[in-house]
Each structure stands twice: as structure tokens, then as C-alpha cells.
């Protein structure tokens, strides 16, 4: 808005020009000279001091919300009372705010939200946080998410990329000796070779019946053809029983597949029973799908604003089923304790949980029984700060944001954080570790070879006692029914 004065003087006519400004006052907002305009030379007179009126805000004070997610943001309240005034910790947040109030030279206070919520758009009108701001009844926020919604009711500054889910579970088992025989081929590949051992001796068995048929000679049973396409995977095949070139032809393929699959099945074995195979890992929400009886669950306030959009709103039948059978935990050393229980994964942000982890459930030296998904899941576009609509601070905060993103200032303090908060707490720690991490492998025993003994075999004994009694009963019977046939 300018104004425009006019004084009318014996020698020439002049005109001021002034600019209001919003902080130029002690903070406040005001109005500033900008030039003198002479009517009878033309000549202008420019005031060079208001070619960037935000470079200095004069102390202004600035409304602010947040709520607690560390490292990003962290804090302590001034009282009991909720959206009570907060006193800022050491975070990424706070470097921020520090650095901003210095270089625009503004104030602040900032509040917690009373409900501990981020926002959810219900008709255009937000709850939470961005109602707060949608109301204009604060100036700014930190760690905001934007979303188009959002977009609509608030300006938004782009600051850092956001943290990812993630999965904690607990670290792969070894997979049970009995079964090593057996663990070379998935279960598909098994049923394949029964189905081809059958279907090949059937094969032969009709091959050489038509055969006898047309030109005469000596008959092949069917047990004969099929236990010799057996005897040939184990490589101790029996007589040939084909009368024929077709069948000689048939047997020698059949050979020649053998030969491929004993030798991918004995140095697969070779593997499995040198180094003891471990159960997989979980790095996606199918994985957990796709176990038995598991459970899984997250604490509430990561269930708020954009992540509570993006499980409600995702196509993804994954996802939604997922969010129905989510539990709702009180912290992370609740969700942490489940997973140690077994049969129970803890859903929640990769620096959030590692923080935890590194904290309280990793020894000296660095073993830990948890396991975090290293193939993140994003469900946020970026972290920033959002501002009431139409803030002539926000373009000076997203430029000053944009050169320390840049320069790698924020990565920077926020991996300093993440370090300096693991050492706080480890420090107040007055009790021992878990006794289970103290039983945890060090990673020269874990890497060392392994040497075969009875427990790694134990299901070649097993394929020994029931192929004997699978023979004794079959024994038996032949001889009782040879021994009916001669009563008869």
C-alpha cells in the first residue's frame, strides 16, 4: 500500500512516497520513506535501505506449534496444562529455529497442540495443527508433511527429506538340522521331480507296451520303468529296461536330467549343511502377510495427519489390511518388548526406532536381537515448515531452508543429534543390558566355519529308520500274502 503526499512550495512541487512495512517498527508494522519525487526537474531521490524489508524482522515475534518427534523435534512443557508453552530440546527443529531467529532476526514462542494431532481435512476445514494454522491462529509449524489438502490452507517451506517406515522384527533364526536335507529345493521343485519321476515311468511304461504290441518281445512292468527314472536321480539306476531305440532314447535324456539336477541338489546341499541356513528376513507389509499367526503394531501418534491419510486413502489391499489388524502401543519400549516376546514385529520410523534400539538393546559391542527393515517404506514427500497462507515470512524461510538442505547443513545436525541423543541416553542408564545380548554371537564366532556333526544329519538318519520300516512292513506283507496263496 503506498501513499502519496503532495507540498506545494514557492520554488517546486514534490511528492514523498512511502511503503508500509510490517516489522519496521520495533517489529511492528508501520510505514517507511521511499523517495521524493520533484515535479519541476523530475529528479527522484531512492531510499536504499528497503530493497529487502525482511532481511531484518526487528525482533518480531512469531506464534508457533509443534508437536514432538524426534530427532526432528523435541522438547519440554512449561506446564501440565495442554497447548501449554514449550521449551525447545536439542533437535533438528531447533538448530533450525535458532538459525532462522538469528538471520531474520525475529522471536518466537511456540506451543504443543493441545490434542497432539497433526491435522486431518474433514469438508476443506483441518483439526490439529493445520486448523491452527488454517485459523491464522499461529504463524508456523515444524515438521510438516504436505499433502494437496494441506497445500489449500497453508504455505509450505520444504526443508529435509521425511524419514521412512520401517519394520522392526527380530533378527533371523537358524533354520531347524532335521530339515537340511530337504532345504536345497523349494517345495515346488520336490513336487516337480515326484510328478516328473512318475509321469517319465509312465511314459516308458506306455512306450515299450505299445512296442511289445507292434513288434513283439519281452513285456516292461510299471514299477520296473518308474523305479529306474528313481535309481537314475540317485544315480544308481538299475537294469535298462528299454526294448526299443525310441526308449533308449527316452532313457538318455532322462540321464542327461539327472546329471542337472544331482548336481545343482549336491552343491546346494554342500552350502546348506557348511553354513546353517537362517529364516527371511522381513523388509516389506506382504512379508508380514505372509506369516503365520504374526502380529504387528505401532504407537498411536505415528497413526495421525499424512500417515493416517496414507492408510486410509492407499488402493493397495496390502496396505489396508494392514491398518485393520494394527495394534496401538503406548511407546517403543512397549512395541520393542512384543518383538522380543516372538511372533510380533513394531512398525514405526527407521530413525525414531533406531534411536531406541541403539539406546537400550545393543551391547558394547553392537550386537542387537533386532532386525530393521532396510528397504524403507515412504509414505511422505518431505519435511518442512508450514506457515498461515499468505505469511511474508515464508519466502525468506524456504530460501534459507533450500541453502542449508543444500549444503548439507541438515543432514549434518541431524545425524549430530541422532548421536549425541544415543550417548545421553546409554549414559543414564543405570542397569546392565538385557541378559539375552550378552548370549548374542560376536561377529568373528558368526563368521567362522562350521563343522558338520550328528545334528546337521539328523534327517538323513531319520530317511534311514522310516525307508527300513517302510521295507519291514512291506516285507511282511508279501510274505502274508504268499503265505494265503498257499493255504488256498
Known sequence: ?????????????????????????????????????????????????????????????LRGVSLRHFPFMDYLTNSDQP???????????????????????????????????????????????MGELQREETDFCTTAVPSPERLQAVDYARGYPSDVL????????????????????????????????????????????????????????????????WGALL?????????????????????????????GYRSSLIAHLTVQAKSST??????????????????????????????????????HHIYRKMEILKSSNEGLTKVMAGGFSFISFRNYVSIAVASKYTDPRGNSPFYISKSGIPTMAAFGWAMRKGAPFSSRISQLMNRLEDAGITAYW?????????????????????????????????SREVALVLDHLQGAFYILFLGSGLALFTFLGENLAKTRCGTV
Not at 284 to 301: A, I
Open 235 to 263: 544315480e544308481r539306476p538299475p537294469m535298462d529296461p528299454s526294448v526299443s531305440i525310441a526308449g533308449q532314447l527316452l532313457v538318455g535324456w532322462w540321464l542327461v536330467f539327472c546329471l542337472v539336477v544331482d548336481t
Open 1 to 61: 500500500m503506498h501513499r502519496l503526499t503532495t507540498q506545494a512550495m514557492w520554488f517546486s512541487e514534490r511528492v514523498s512516497v512511502y511503503r508500509r512495512c510490517l516489522y519496521c517498527k520495533h517489529g511492528e508494522a508501520g510505514i517507511t520513506f521511499l523517495e521524493h519525487v520533484d515535479l519541476g526537474t523530475g529528479k527522484t531521490v531512492n531510499n536504499p535501505f528497503n530493497a529487502h524489508p525482511l532481511q531484518d524482522m526487528e525482533g518480531h515475534r
Open 414 to 446: 541431524k545425524d549430530e543429534v541422532i548421536a549425541r541423543r544415543v550417548r545421553q541416553n546409554r549414559a543414564e542408564m543405570t542397569q546392565g543390558l538385557d541378559t539375552t545380548l550378552d548370549n548374542l554371537p560376536t561377529p568373528q564366532q558368526a
Open 83 to 129: 497447548g501449554s508453552t514449550i521449551t525447545p530440546l536439542d533437535s533438528l527443529e531447533t538448530r533450525l529455529i535458532y538459525s532462522f531467529s538469528a538471520t531474520i532476526n525475529f522471536t518466537y514462542v511456540i506451543h504443543e497442540q493441545p490434542e497432539k494431532d497433526w491435522g486431518i481435512p474433514t469438508n476443506g476445514t483441518f483439526n490439529g495443527v
Open 282 to 319: 522381513l523388509e516389506h507389509f506382504q512379508d508380514l502377510l505372509d506369516q503365520t499367526n504374526w502380529r504387528w503394531g505401532t504407537e498411536k501418534w505415528q497413526l495421525s495427519g499424512v500417515q493416517f491419510e496414507y492408510f486410509t486413502k492407499s488402493t493397495s489391499p496390502v496396505v
Open 166 to 229: 520401517v519394520i522392526t522384527s527380530l533378527k533371523p533364526t537358524v533354520l531347524p538340522a532335521n530339515l537340511g536335507l530337504v532345504r536345497p529345493f523349494q517345495s515346488k521343485v520336490w513336487l516337480s521331480l515326484l510328478c516328473g519321476v512318475v509321469g517319465w515311468g509312465m511314459t516308458l511304461w506306455v512306450l515299450q507296451r505299445v512296442w511289445v504290441w507292434a513288434a513283439g518281445g519281452r513285456r516292461v512292468q510299471f514299477n520296473t520303468a518308474v523305479l529306474y527314472g
